[in-house]
């Protein structure tokens, strides 16, 4: 085999541990996606039941001065019954006293029900508080994590990286351009290795004479099919693994 093929298959093998690096990077920050969207949701829970109990305060107001209001109306009807001479009119207000009071009372019950509505609001609430915080410790722990690993991966990618420049220069550029070139048409492999007549990277048949020319090793050849460039190691020693399309 040309020397420059076997240091090619090397970059090849190298850029898939590469490729399989990066995207274990790029899935990190997914990781946290689903922690995120529960504290979110916590959080608008938690607006919604403070609204609730900021509006439950609102028509307990309205309520205590409805009663203020009634208590006065209640007060003065009763001076004015001590002035009233007339039986018809005396029973009149008496009925009128009562009726208000009534009304009276039935604010008065409201403002408990009020009461009652805002205390399990606030129950909520603090539930809603520890689920919160609970989840947010959570998250900070997966942040911590998704960065040391993130961290991990990088300096990795480095060592790949640096480890690929020494290797590419023992292929000629022209040759490294094309095999970039092949490689971002064929999902990662640029380089096939034969067996048997077929190429491994498509499995199609190459022809008879490429096959004779190929086992000769004195130049580099392609595929006809998947215009992958092809290497011949001996039918013993086929790598399945490059065979991925
Ligand atoms: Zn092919």
């Not at 997966?142 to 690993?149: D, F, G, T």
């Not at 007549?197 to 004479?209: E, F």
């Not at 130049?219 to 399945?240: F, K, M, N, T, V």
Request: charged share 35%; glycine share 4%; with cysteine.
């Amino acid at each position: 085999m040309l020397p420059e093929l076997s240091k090619l298959i090397d970059v090849q093998e190298l850029d898939k541990v590469i490729r399989e690096v990066t995207q274990e990077l790029d899935r990190l920050p997914e990781e946290l996606k689903a922690g995120e969207a529960a504290l979110e949701e916590l959080q608008a829970a938690h607006a919604a039941r403070l609204q609730e109990v900021e509006d439950l305060k609102a028509q307990r107001r309205d309520t205590e001065l409805e009663m203020a209001d009634m208590e006065e109306g209640i007060k003065t009807s009763r001076q004015r019954l001590m002035e009233i001479k007339s039986n018809i009119e005396y029973k009149a207000m008496l009925k009128e006293i009562a009726f208000k009071e009534d009304q009276r009372d039935q604010r008065e019950t409201r403002t408990l029900e009020l009461m009652d509505l805002m205390e399990t609001q606030n129950r909520l609430i603090a539930e809603l508080n520890g689920q919160m915080a609970e989840q947010e410790t959570l998250l900070e722990r997966l942040r911590q994590e998704v960065a040391v690993e993130s961290e991990k991966f990088k300096k990795e990618l480095d060592q790949l990286e640096e480890k690929r420049k020494k290797l590419r220069k023992g292929v000629p550029a022209a040759l490294m351009k094309r095999y970039e070139f092949i490689r971002q048409r064929r999902n990662g492999t640029a380089i096939a290795p034969v067996q048997e007549g077929v190429c491994l990277g498509c499995h199609m048949n190459i022809l008879p004479q490429q096959f004779i020319d190929l086992q000769k090793g004195l130049e580099i050849l392609q595929c006809p099919h998947c215009q992958r460039i092809l290497y011949w190691s001996g039918e013993e020693e086929a790598e399945p693994e490059a065979g991925r399309a």
